[in-house]
Structures are given as C-alpha cells and as structure tokens.
C-alpha cells in the first residue's frame, strides 16, 4: 500500500509541475504583453496632455472673451443710465 502511495504522489507531483511550468510560461507571456501595452500607453497619454492643455487654452480663451463682452455690455448700459440721469437725454430712446 505505502508503494501504491508514493506512486500516486509522483504522478500528482509530476502533473503539478507541468501545471506549474505551463503556468509559468503563461504569466511570462502576459508580462510580455503587459510590458507592451504599457509602453504603447506611453504615446496616448503624451496625445491625450497635449489634448488637455489645449482645451484648457480654449476654454480659458472663451472665459476670458466672455467676461471681457460682458464687462463692455455692462460698461456702455451704466454709461447710458448716467448719461440718462444726469442729462435727462437717453441717445437710445432718441
């Protein structure tokens, strides 16, 4: 019996090292594939800061032209109230 046993235990250690060694050229593969798909990951995220730092260019851009039109609109509407109020003339009206 104790023979049976250790035969038994020789095989199932030999399928565990095939397991074993299959397993191994497994995750050396995916290392592989992992180390490039990290380095190609590399190019998009320069493209996607490029892409970032223009649009903050825009929308800053935008922000500013925006609060500069508002600013004039509110310059030239107090500018004909007090035209208005101090002079009783409002060129809009005329």
């Known amino acids: ?3 049976l046993d250790i035969v038994v235990l020789q095989y199932q250690n030999q399928k565990l090292t095939q397991k074993l060694e299959t397993q191994k050229l497994e995750y050396a593969g995916l290392e592989n594939r992992f180390s490039l798909l990290k380095e190609s990951q590399k190019s998009y995220d320069s ?3 490029v892409v ?3 649009w903050e260019q825009v929308i800053g851009s935008h922000f500013i032209f925006a ?3 508002t600013v004039i609109y509110l310059i030239n509407y107090f500018s004909m109230i007090c035209i ?3 002079s009783g003339y409002c ?4």
């Open 52 to 54: 970032k730092k223009s």
């Open 47 to 49: 493209t996607l800061a």
């Open 67 to 69: 609060y500069t039109i």
């Open 84 to 86: 208005t109020m101090t």
């Open 1 to 3: 019996m104790l023979q």
């Open 91 to 94: 060129p809009s009206c005329a």
